[in-house]
């Protein structure tokens, strides 16, 4: 079960916050906290509740939103009605991960915040990553329409790393490694042939039994 990601929306309109603090809350995985409405704010949400996440308005009453993104060291997208160049430049260089020019289609909001997701669950670990590795996350992140293909090698690895506290299905696998669920069938039948991952079946009230995977070392414990 992976943490949610607690996400806190910094605008001074209280009305454009709830709209972006709603389709937060709507998003299975996130938590919304309450919204910050100035930086000053921000900086005591931050400093109580330690967000994962930051949706910052460039204009704020008492600062610049782009200046907080550079000064929190917290992953953040910056949203704003400004679509200058030279503004989104200093928004990329102080760290912001998206730029969402408004006004905007919530659903917009939305696909950006699963991309976010998946791209977490593959750069949240402490191990080092290979280049594969980072350049799949970023195309995820960044919604190319051309993602880069992880080597056989990595993509086990990964899926033996998501197995290493809990059981999942084939559905969650890929949505915690950032690969389709087509993908993640595929190498765990091939790492169930060679006994590096149990599978299991769980029966439910009705229909077919759902099929879990186990790394074979959690497994032998159980």
């Known amino acids: 079960m992976t943490t949610p990601i607690r996400t806190l929306v910094v605008d001074d309109d209280f009305r454009v916050a709830g709209l972006h603090r709603d389709v937060v809350a709507a998003r299975p995985g996130f938590v919304a906290l309450e919204p910050a ?26 600062s610049n939103g782009i200046e907080l993104v550079r000064a929190c060291n917290i992953d ?10 030279p503004t989104i430049r200093r928004a990329l260089r102080a760290g ?16 950006r915040l699963d991309r976010y997701a998946r791209f977490r669950n593959l750069v949240s670990g402490t191990g080092p990553l290979v280049q594969d590795e980072l350049d799949r996350a970023l195309a995820i992140l960044n919604g190319s329409n051309d993602p880069v293909t992880l080597s056989r090698s990595a993509t086990e690895k990964l899926i033996l790393e998501a197995l290493n506290t809990d059981e999942a299905s084939a559905s969650e696998i890929a949505e915690l490694t950032g690969v389709s669920r087509a993908t993640a069938q595929r190498h765990l039948v091939a790492l169930a042939a ?8 769980r029966y439910g009230a009705t229909g077919r039994p759902e099929h879990r995977y186990a790394a074979a070392s959690t497994a032998e414990g159980v």
């Open 96 to 111: 912001a991960l998206a730029v969402l020019f408004k006004p905007f289609d919530p659903r917009l909001l939305t696909e």
């Open 76 to 85: 953040a997208f910056v949203i704003s009605a400004a679509n200058d160049a």
């Open 194 to 201: 060679r006994s590096l991952v149990e599978v299991r079946l």
């Open 37 to 62: 409405l100035s930086v000053a704010d921000a900086q005591d949400a931050i400093r109580s509740h330690q967000p994962d996440l930051l949706l910052v308005d460039i204009h704020l009453p008492d």
